[in-house]
């Protein structure tokens, strides 16, 4: 059974910084492409950045050079640095994995 799980969502004032984590079980871990998404209030879920298992990334370009995707294969786990926040990045965000999602966390940036 595979499960993801996202961790590190809050509240922060515009400029902040918040880290992500997403723990990952059922998978082979190692190999595989993780990808973060986020889906704001009345919107379209999007890509917000994707990593593949050789440690390539990818970003939107929204986001490009304020947020950073890493994985750590000894510990399952993919993380999204987010730094300088707007509040347009208030969303859900979730972690992926082929067809599976996690059950997202909220991340809210007040200005």
């Known amino acids: 059974q595979v499960q993801l799980v996202e961790s590190g969502g809050g509240l922060v004032q515009a400029g902040g910084s918040l880290r992500l984590s997403c723990a990952a079980s059922?998978?082979?871990?190692?190999?595989?492409?993780m990808g973060w998404y986020r889906q704001a209030p009345g919107k379209q879920r999007e890509l917000v950045a994707t990593?593949?298992?050789?440690?390539?990334?990818n970003y939107a370009d929204s986001v490009k050079g304020r947020f950073t995707i890493s994985r750590d294969n000894r510990k399952n786990t993919v993380y999204l640095q987010m730094n300088s926040l707007k509040p347009d990045d208030t969303a859900v965000y979730y972690c992926n994995a082929k067809i599976w999602w996690g059950q997202g966390t909220q991340v809210t940036v007040s200005s």
């Open positions: 059922g998978i082979i871990f190692s190999i595989s492409n």
């Open positions: 990593i593949t298992g050789g440690g390539y990334t």
